[in-house]
């Protein structure tokens, strides 16, 4: 008991002189603390819960109150207690539930009599979600994670600063809105993380605002197909149901009943769920999630809600908590995060709720049936619906103003971590712990520490040790977090697409690409960066370099501004349609030089925001002296006699509207304007910084781009596109993400084919982009008039290999795709994909036909990243 009475010494000897402080300890029958247990105060609609100790706390205004006492698996207790001055203790014992098996007369083909309880429960799911037209509560939250075992090493990098433990402990109180029928506001009025005075929550009670009364439930971060709940519509389609009896809650028969999956890895929960016997509404849940069910990144996650009538026919959750277990990569650990609501406000729906009643009578009972103590029915009874009635709108009482309601879903209020201790003391409706109390002094304490030069300078000394992963792979940063200032170099081989140091083209032969970018940050998070660049080509013996600067001014909107300029070498497809370390490979090994090239002396000046909500602008204006480049090297490792020539294509591209695609050197004045629209984007408003969260509806982004004949400029011409595009979820389906671009050209009176509208081609065995082709060429296509382009991916996540035994066990995903292409030579150009992704969970494997005006043009396999 030490630690109980140490911890109120620390948070609540501020508030022991207020009046209204009632405390204490539920436990078991052995007497050992129920964590999680449930209280539930009728005359004020509020609940809170015990902490992982069993230990709870509540202030209340003086009067006369009903305590509910309630934890899953044991029986209800109710206490009347009248609250006056000072501090009361009030220590709770629960004994385990006694469930009751009704004596029935039943036939060997009967049912189990769940699956009668639960058809009543889904014929009615759809009233008791919406029989709250709008409702407010105050939610407390609180999410806590800890790891178990820590790995000295993660993928040959240095695990540095981390420790078993708690490593994250985070509260919040919000104010969180709702109005049928989708429209929901948060606002966090008080926020405090462990170790982090000035930093901000990221909980968020709308997020745990979930509903097994939806047919499929989407947690963020756990499936990408969601889950089937088991009052969904289809459920018995997923589920088995057992009844496993009832027992009496406060005048009330509830029904417990276990929900069994039919198929192993189906995405559904197993556990069991409480149904009120009569309005046959949820009571409280207690169901879990494992791998099987699909989740990624955690073992298992268990959902345990307890619902209570926070007005009158109307039950809304008084608590949840989602616990969950992870292992991976040598790190072990677990956590939860839950949530109290109280102060509920609620406007009905309905003046009078739905009911459900027979229409037939029983069957009448022969001599060949028996009697035994399992409920189950002799005959399904048919089931009428009776109808609820709705409040008449001149009854209606509104709780919001619709103001209250926009597309910023959240907002973290710039006061909420400044509230002390007494102030948490007095909010706080869930004790801390002793780990938790002696977790926030710890960390409160070590932060001026950790953040001192002397800390911070040990840990770099740790992070900027190079590694052979670092210099070859993913790149090298030096790093001094003390004052935030970061030194960033590109990899000697970037496998992954980006510029590498070391690299090979028939132009410039062995290349070596250095790219170095400095990086200040402030407190206000804005920051600039200063990117050199410094190329050489040892065949054609030039050397190129850039400078690049770039200013992030305003972090809400996003509002950044960038100057550059040198001499450099570019692809003439502004698209960069083959990576520097492909080309290396196919020019070296098959001796196919892909990549074309061209040099340009330039200056470029560019800006981005987010001018509105949802509406995005970025453009540039660019002046260039554009020189063409030549071969100068047929070495490969296959290296033979014969000129360059016959071995390697011309720097020159093919291109079907061009009978030729070179140029003589020239200036090109350009200018591009880009404005993308989201419609109906929410967002999240933090004191720092805005989280926009995307939309129901697609994106539409129109781009223009001219040439301008001024200053010198030889290029002049015009040009427009409109795209859309959008990522849509089809639950249990899968996902589908596709986009349609249509452009046009006009005043084409002098361009070149750097000028031309690209699309991203391939034509190797390493899948380029997948929102662009896979095996078209790079140029042939490219094109100064109208075009058209449309690409499609649906990726099954699952839903079609899960049906098949002993392959779901690889849980491999299938995905399908279709791209589409129309110019004045391509005519109809259409690729077929199949492919499954997943694969060791990164791979990806597709297998690509395409047809040119519905003849069979090519055919090929390629192999990617598909997470």
């Known amino acids: 008991m030490r630690h109980y009475y140490l911890l109120f010494l620390l948070f609540l000897l501020p508030a022991l002189s207020m009046a209204g402080v009632l405390r204490g300890r539920i436990t078991d029958e052995n007497g050992k603390g129920l964590p999680f247990a449930s209280i539930y105060i009728k005359e004020a609609a509020s609940g809170t819960a015990s902490n992982d100790e069993g230990y709870y706390q509540l202030q209340l205004s003086p009067g006369t109150y009903t305590f509910e006492f309630k934890y899953v698996g044991y029986r209800a207790k109710f206490q009347t207690v009248t609250i006056g001055e000072g501090t009361q203790e009030l220590n709770v014992q629960l004994q385990p539930e006694v469930l009751n098996l009704k004596e029935v007369i039943v036939r060997a083909s009967d049912e189990d009599p769940a699956y009668g309880i639960m058809r009543n429960a889904i014929r009615l799911g759809k009233y008791h979600q919406n029989e709250a037209k709008a409702w407010s509560a105050r939610v407390y939250m609180k999410g806590v994670y800890r790891l178990d075992k820590v790995p000295p090493k993660v993928l040959g990098i240095k695990v540095v600063d981390v420790d078993t433990g708690i490593v994250y402990l985070s509260e919040s109180v919000s104010e969180l809105s709702f109005k049928k029928p989708n429209k929901i506001n948060e606002r966090i009025i008080s926020s405090k993380v462990s170790g982090q005075k000035k930093g901000f929550s990221f909980n968020q009670a709308s997020e745990m605002n979930i509903s097994f009364y939806d047919n499929l439930m989407k947690v963020e971060g756990l499936s990408e197909r969601g889950f089937v ?43 069991n769920i409480y149904i009120v016997d009569g309005s046959w509404r949820i009571h409280s849940t207690d169901l879990k999630l494992t791998k099987d069910a699909g989740i990624d990144f955690v073992d298992w996650i268990r959902v345990r809600q307890v619902y209570a009538p926070v007005a009158e026919q109307i039950w809304l959750p008084v608590s949840q908590r989602f616990s969950f277990e992870a292992a991976g990569l040598g790190f072990k650990g677990g956590g939860y995060a839950m949530a109290v609501y109280s102060k509920y406000r609620v406007q009905p729906a309905y003046a009078r709720p739905p009911k459900l009643e027979e229409v037939e009578a029983e069957p009448t009972i022969t001599a060949e049936e028996t009697t035994v103590a399992e409920a189950r029915p002799a005959k399904k009874p048919k089931i009428k619906l009776i109808e609820p009635q709705e409040v008449a709108p001149e009854a209606q009482q509104p709780i919001h103003d619709d103001k209250l309601f926009s597309k910023e879903i959240l907002v973290v209020e710039k006061e909420a971590n400044d509230r002390d201790s007494v102030y948490w003391a007095e909010i706080r409706p869930v004790p801390l712990t002793h780990e938790e109390v002696t977790d926030y002094q710890k960390k409160d304490s070590l932060e001026v520490i950790k953040k001192s030069k002397p800390y911070q300078d040990s840990l770099d000394q740790v992070r900027n040790k190079p590694s052979i992963g670092s210099f070859f792979i993913r790149g090298y940063t030096y790093s001094n977090t003390y004052k935030k200032r970061f030194y960033s170099f590109n990899p000697l081989l970037s496998i992954t697409g980006g510029p590498s140091i070391l690299q090979y083209n028939t132009v410039e032969g062995v290349v070596a690409d250095v790219r170095m970018e400095y990086t200040k940050r402030f407190e ?16 054609n013996e030039k050397l190129n370099a850039k400078l690049r600067l770039t200013y992030q001014y305003e972090p809400i909107k996003n509002s950044t501004v960038t100057v550059e300029g040198g001499r450099y070498v570019e692809q003439i497809s502004a698209v960069d349609p083959i990576s520097p370390f492909v080309n290396s490979i196919y020019t070296l090994v098959a001796e196919r030089n892909y990549t074309k090239l061209y040099q340009r002396d330039f200056g470029r000046i560019s800006y981005r925001s987010e001018l509105l909500n949802g509406v995005y602008f970025n453009g540039w204006v660019d002046y260039a002296h554009r020189m063409p480049m030549q071969n100068s090297t047929d070495y490969t490792f296959r290296s033979r006699g014969g000129d360059t020539e016959s071995r390697f294509t011309s720097n020159v591209p093919v291109n079907a509207e061009l009978a030729d695609a070179s140029f003589s050197p020239h200036e090109a004045l350009t200018l591009s304007l880009n404005v993308s629209i989201q419609p109906g984007q929410e967002y999240i408003t933090r004191p720092d910084n805005k989280i926009n969260l995307g939309s129901k509806y697609p994106t539409f982004a129109l781009g223009f781009r001219t040439g301008i004949n001024a200053f010198g400029s030889d290029v002049n011409f015009s040009t427009a596109a409109l795209r859309i595009s959008d990522d849509v979820s089809l639950g249990l389906f899968g996902r589908s993400k596709y986009s349609v671009t249509g452009g046009t050209f006009w005043n084409k009176q002098e361009m070149y084919l750097m000028d031309y509208k690209h699309f991203n081609g391939n034509r190797t065995l390493f899948a380029g982009v997948y929102d662009g082709f896979q095996l078209l060429d790079y140029y042939r296509y490219s094109t100064n008039n109208s075009y058209l382009e449309a690409h499609y991916e649906h990726h099954f996540n699952g839903f079609l290999f899960n049906k098949i035994p002993l392959f779901r066990k690889l849980k491999w995903q299938e995905v399908v795709s279709l791209n589409y292409l129309n110019t004045q030579e391509s005519r109809n150009y259409l690729e077929l994909g199949l492919g499954i992704e997943h694969i060791f969970k990164v791979i990806r494997v597709d297998f690509v036909t395409s047809f040119q005006e519905g003849n069979k043009a090519r055919t090929g396999i390629m192999f990617g990243f598909g997470f």
């Open 229 to 271: 709940s088991p009052l969904a519509n289809n459920a018995f389609f997923y589920y088995r149901f057992e009844y496993l009896g009832t027992f009496q809650e406060d005048g009330r028969t509830i029904n417990k009943i276990k929900v069994i999956p039919r198929r192993k890895n189906d995405p559904v929960f197993s556990g």
């Open 524 to 539: 206000d998070r804005t920051r600039y960066e200063i990117a050199p660049a410094v190329r050489y080509g040892f065949s």
